[in-house]
């Protein structure tokens, strides 16, 4: 059974950075694109940054020149690093694996950001 796995979430003060890690267990045919997704309270589930197989990345206009997102070659791991985090960034980060047919969701990391 397929399982993705989120670490690096946090408290972190205004204008810090973290680095949000994705460990896929398992074998997921097909990747098309890894990334993540967060969810703050109150409000939907929103991209915030993908990147596909040839290494094209999207990222949501809020975190633009802040964040940047990273797979390695074995399509088993996506970091996102977040560098001049703000409040607004504060929310349930989501990794995501997505193939031809489907989606693979983690359960999420915290990050927090609060002077």
């Known amino acids: 059974q397929v399982q993705l796995v989120e670490s690096g979430g946090g408290l972190v003060q205004p204008g810090g950075s973290l680095r949000l890690s994705c460990v896929a267990s398992?074998?997921?045919?097909?990747?098309?694109?890894m990334g993540w997704y967060r969810q703050a309270p109150g409000k939907e589930r929103e991209l915030v940054a993908t990147i596909t197989g040839s290494s094209d990345r999207t990222f949501a206009d809020s975190v633009k020149g802040r964040f940047t997102i990273s797979r390695d070659k074995l399509w088993k791991t996506v970091n996102l690093q977040m560098n001049s985090l703000n409040i607004e960034d504060t929310a349930v980060y989501y990794c995501?694996?997505?193939?031809?047919?489907?989606?693979?969701w983690g359960k999420g990391t915290q990050v927090t950001v609060s002077a």
């Open positions: 995501l694996i997505r193939n031809p047919w489907g989606d693979y």
């Open positions: 398992g074998t997921i045919p097909g990747i098309r694109v």
